[in-house]
């Protein structure tokens, strides 16, 4: 029956080719989607993500990395009086605005971390070390702010919020989720410069965890010693501020309806494509009963159709999607597929190719053999 439906595939090939660039189009386009998202999704954590540390200590409340409120700082030192604790930092977390070489203004997300240890920097240096902002109004920018800041380069001096910071490092794939570029400095600079902040608070304190204890053990412990903060592990931090942009933003929603719309469109181009094919061929499909097929017999052949369509329009549509990471990359838009991601389409493809088969199923069922001798 496989091969019955390869001969339908290939007879008719102009329908074919309609069916076929349904599927790819579907797919790839659920394939964009899927991966942009988990790209924004990746570059709104990033910095918990890469940053060493094992517990989180945030204002109550806090939804998500870059609008988290301040707490008094020394906190810290409760922290690390609590048994398990390994040691901790304190990392500041602000916002300002830039003055441009050739004029105006820019919003930009100053991260303010400990130069002697570098967590809650940055993690990969293109130019200088993330120890360079010590002792100074030195700043680092990562290498994807020029496209809003312009050019830069090591020694030249920006204001920001009224002070001259000099550049001292550009750093790589520190993407912005907020779209607001990233200056890395040091604690004290970014304290100084957050006005909301003080001199007395921090915006996050992380914890690393000693041999021997569980991350469990000691959040249960500092949760006890702790007032008015909220305490998680890495992953649970960066997964609440990836549900934050997904949900109570709609940034999920909105590309849940358009991968949706896309498994709808390539869902009616399959049917109505082998739909049209079924309706040619029913005195064919007749002769086939006529001669002792049964219906299952004819329902293997349709979705047999089906089947081949989506694995074919997947191939093409997954070689597609590989070949246009690097528009993405260009275009400094991160783009994530995982091996799980590229399974789900595939299954996705299945069920939307079989599904719009169904309904030609329902037309063959009828079929009577009689047919044959109508004129």
């Not at 570098?118 to 200088?128: D, E, L, R, V």
């Not at 570029?181 to 608070?201: C, E, H, M, R």
Request: hydrophobic residues 45%; positive net charge.
């Amino acid at each position: 029956m496989f091969s019955v439906a390869l001969k339908i595939i290939f007879y008719d090939k102009v329908r074919s080719l309609i069916t076929l660039a349904g599927v790819v189009f579907a797919v790839a386009l659920i394939f964009a989607q899927i991966g942009i998202y988990l790209g924004l999704m990746e570059t709104s954590s990033t910095i918990i993500d890469h940053t060493n540390g094992d517990i989180w200590i945030t204002s109550r409340n806090s939804k998500n990395f870059d609008f988290s409120q301040p707490f008094p700082e020394r906190k810290i030192n409760q922290v690390l009086a609590a048994e398990g604790v390994k040691d901790a930092e304190k990392l500041i977390v602000t916002w300002g605005v830039i003055k441009q070489k050739q004029g105006g203004t820019e919003q930009v997300e100053i991260i303010g971390y400990n130069p002697d240890t570098g967590i809650g920097g940055p993690w990969k240096m293109k130019t200088g070390h993330f120890r360079d902002v010590k002792n100074g109004n030195y700043a680092i920018v990562d290498e994807s702010s020029m496209r809003r800041l312009g050019r830069f380069e090591i020694g030249d001096y920006r204001e920001i919020l009224n002070r001259r910071l000099r550049v001292v490092g550009i750093s790589e794939e520190v993407k912005s989720f907020t779209t607001a570029p990233i200056i890395f400095t040091s604690y004290k600079i970014a304290q100084n410069l957050g006005g909301y902040v003080g001199p007395d608070n921090t915006v996050f304190i992380i914890a690393s965890v000693e041999d021997g204890y569980s991350d469990k053990e000691v959040i249960n412990t500092l949760r006890r010693s702790l007032s008015n903060v909220d305490v998680y592990t890495k992953d649970e931090f960066s997964r609440k501020t990836r549900l934050y942009w997904t949900i109570e933003t709609g940034v999920g929603l909105s590309f849940l309806i358009t991968i949706l719309i896309s498994f709808l469109i390539g869902m009616l181009i399959v049917g109505q494509t082998i739909y049209n094919s079924t309706i040619e061929y029913l005195k064919e499909f007749g002769t086939l009963k006529a001669i002792g097929a049964t219906n299952l017999n004819i329902y293997q052949i349709i979705f047999s159709e089906a089947l081949i369509n989506a694995s074919i329009g997947y191939v093409i549509g997954l070689i597609f999607t590989l070949l246009s990471i690097k528009i993405y990359d260009a275009i400094e838009m991160v783009f994530t597929i995982k091996l799980w991601v590229a399974l789900l389409v595939f299954f996705l493809s299945l069920i939307m190719c079989l599904s719009a088969a169904f309904f030609s199923v329902r037309k063959v069922r009828k079929i009577d053999p009689a047919l044959l001798f109508r004129g």
